[in-house]
Antibody, heavy 123, light 111 residues
Framework: EVQLVQSGAEVKKPGESLKISCQGY????????IAWLRQMPGKGLEWMGM????????RYSPSFEGQVTISADKSINTAYLQWSSLTASDTAIYYC????????????????WGQGTVVTVSS | QSALTQPPSVSGAPGQRVTVSCTGS?????????VHWYQRLPGKAPKLLIF???NRPSGVPDRFSGSKSGSSASLAITGLRAEDETEYFC???????????FGTGTTVTVL
């Protein structure tokens, strides 16, 4: 079974750093993009960016460029999302997903989804 | 602010047909990009329900169907069941935002 397993919930203070993870199972991790999504409390999902673990090619949404860092270690089938200095507005659920593109890359859908990592930033 | 708009809630009696709309614009659905639908059960990761406007992954009952017209798309659920009571959301690509976008989410309630 293809699945993505994310690291557990985090509670952090403003200004702290954080790195959350997403491990893939059941497929060749290096050969598929992994994307990160954010869902802030009471809001819709937002695409943050994605990485191709095979060569670490990273694409960021313009809204998140410079705000987070996406990386991966293909030797352990794991992708990461990290912040150098958290703020309260980073409080959200973060999902990792695998984009699947049967034809055009723009028409990609996401399958599977990780279970989500809840990040709470509060003083 | 989500690029795709959905009604907050829809409801129907068991056995009835309900539809969930997903309204976009000329830079996403109206530009011809595919629409996909997901189901999110409480406490679970979202699950792919419809891909490529109207295709069901294996294992998804044929009670679920998708359609698209102009800048909007719809998810239809026929023969509504109690286990269908949960949140549904749509997804597409937006050329002006240079990324994938999601709907605001709709809670389906079985009366």
């Amino acid at each position: 079974e293809v699945q993505l397993v994310q690291s557990g919930a985090e509670v952090k203070k403003p200004g702290e750093s954080l790195k959350i993870s997403c491990q893939g199972y059941g497929y060749t991790f290096a050969n598929s993009w992994i994307a990160w999504l954010r869902q802030m409390p009471g809001k819709g999902l937002e695409w943050m960016g994605m990485i191709y673990p095979g060569d670490s090619d990273v694409r960021y949404s313009p809204s998140f460029e410079g705000q987070v860092t996406i990386s991966a270690d293909k030797s352990i089938n794991t992708a990461y999302l990290q912040w150098s200095s958290l703020t309260a507005s980073d409080t959200a659920i973060y999902y990792c997903v695998r984009p699947v593109s049967p034809s055009s890359a723009y028409d990609a859908y996401f399958d599977p989804w990780g279970q989500g990592t809840v990040v709470t930033v509060s003083s | 602010q989500s690029a795709l708009t959905q009604p907050p809630s829809v409801s129907g009696a068991p056995g009835q047909r309900v539809t969930v709309s997903c309204t976009g614009s000329s830079s996403n659905i109206g530009a011809g990009f595919a629409v996909h639908w997901y189901q999110r059960l409480p406490g679970k990761a979202p699950k792919l329900l419809i891909f490529g406007n109207n295709n069901r992954p294996s294992g998804v009952p044929d009670r679920f169907s998708g359609s698209k017209s102009g800048s909007s798309a719809s998810l239809a659920i026929t023969g509504l069941r109690a286990e269908d009571e949960t949140e549904y959301f749509c997804q597409s690509y937006d050329s002006s935002l240079s990324g994938w976008v999601f709907g605001t989410g709709t809670t389906v309630t079985v009366l």
